[in-house]
Nanobody, 121 residues
Framework: QVQLVESGGGLVQAGDSLRLSCTLSGGSISNYDVAWFRQAPGKEREFVGT??????????TYRDSVKGRFTMSGDSFKNTVYLQMNRLKPEDTAVYYC????????????WGQGTQVTVSS
């Protein structure tokens, strides 16, 4: 059974950085597309970025508001995907979730429990 566990959230000030981790168990992460979503209080969950292994290469796409500030990376030996968040803004405050889908599925079937990121101004 595939499970995802996030870690790395916390309380930081605007302009600071955080790195979130998402570790997959029950499978090989290189066989999955992995995405990050976030949900702020009172708002709908939104897509942050997604990453796929294409052979030995990683490809990633991001929502416009985080481009240039957030970077996804992965370590297939650790079965872990990272979300490096730089120049954080108060509007980045949310619970961040990682999700995975087994290719060629279009649906993110597996979800982590979420990790809170709070950015103070």
């Amino acid at each position: 059974q595939v499970q995802l566990v996030e870690s790395g959230g916390g309380l930081v000030q605007a302009g600071d950085s955080l790195r979130l981790s998402c570790t997959l168990s029950g499978g090989s992460i290189s066989n999955y597309d992995v995405a990050w979503f976030r949900q702020a209080p009172g708002k709908e969950r939104e897509f942050v970025g997604t990453m796929s292994w294409i052979g030995l290469s990683l490809t990633a796409t991001y929502r416009d508001s985080v481009k240039g500030r957030f970077t996804m990376s992965g370590d297939s030996f650790k079965n872990t995907v990272y979300l490096q968040m730089n120049r954080l803004k108060p509007e980045d405050t949310a619970v961040y979730y990682c999700a995975a889908r087994a290719r060629p599925s279009d649906e993110y079937t597996y979800w982590g429990q979420g990790t809170q990121v709070t950015v103070s101004s």
